[in-house]
T-cell receptor, first 113, second 109 residues
Framework: DAGVIQSPRHEVTEMGQEVTLRCKPI?????LFWYRQTMMRGLELLIY????????DSGMPEDRFSAKMPNASFSTLKIQPSEPRDSAVYFC???????????FGAGTRLSVL | DAKTTQPPSMDCAEGRAANLPCNHS???????VYWYRQIHSQGPQYIIH???NNETNEMASLIITEDRKSSTLILPHATLRDTAVYYC??????????FGKGTSLLVTP
């Protein structure tokens, strides 16, 4: 398996624009996680899905953020409208079962100007 | 839910053992200790985990004290590629990983 695949690797956008980050989990994994990493706050869990259903979105910072998982092999994290403080590295991870090892993608580095 | 405590940074000579400590004095009976690392510009990578027994795999060894209040990750023969930030995490569910600030390990030639 190719592992967790995220796209794009880098995204530069202007304040107010919509940003969509994409993730393909490892095939067969039932859990998918979205994290954000900043210098100030470190790695934070934003939301996680089980069998394509959002289970806990308490980490989503505000209504400008939304995440979907339309099928077992694809998830998106959308920011609309984007703000400079959203600049961070966003990671997607997947695991086979709850409590199992999480496998991370290479991340998307987002810069909002 | 208090996080774990790790030294912010450590150095290790290449070829020597790297011993990374972690304090988790508030750990409860059903919480595991997980170790991940993050090499610069990459996503976190799982290393090893344990409940109360010492564990070893191809990457590292995990030594957990008898009272489970602390543990040590051992990289037996550190290489330059082991330079990374190492995170010690305690969790009872596995999904909610509080990464904290970790230990920045620098392996020097």
């Amino acid at each position: 398996d190719a592992g967790v695949i995220q796209s794009p690797r880098h995204e530069v956008t202007e304040m107010g624009q919509e940003v969509t980050l994409r993730c393909k989990p490892i095939s067969g994994h039932d859990y998918l996680f979205w994290y954000r990493q900043t210098m100030m706050r470190g790695l934070e869990l934003l939301i996680y899905f089980n069998n394509n259903v959002p289970i806990d979105d308490s980490g989503m910072p505000e209504d400008r953020f939304s995440a979907k998982m339309p099928n077992a092999s694809f998830s998106t994290l959308k920011i609309q409208p984007s703000e400079p403080r959203d600049s961070a590295v966003y990671f997607c991870a997947s695991s086979l079962e709850r409590g199992d090892i999480q496998y991370f993608g290479a991340g998307t580095r987002l810069s909002v100007l | 839910d208090a996080k774990t405590t790790q030294p912010p940074s450590m150095d290790c000579a290449e070829g020597r053992a790297a011993n990374l400590p972690c304090n988790h004095s508030t750990i409860s009976g059903n919480e595991y200790v997980y170790w991940y690392r993050q090499i610069h510009s990459q996503g976190p990578q799982y290393i090893i985990h344990g409940l109360k027994n010492n564990e070893t795999n191809e990457m590292a060894s995990l030594i957990i004290t008898e009272d489970r209040k602390s543990s040590t990750l051992i990289l037996p023969h550190a290489t330059l590629r082991d330079t990374a930030v190492y995170y010690c995490i305690k969790t009872n569910s596995g999904y909610a990983l509080n990464f904290g600030k970790g230990t920045s390990l620098l392996v020097t030639p």
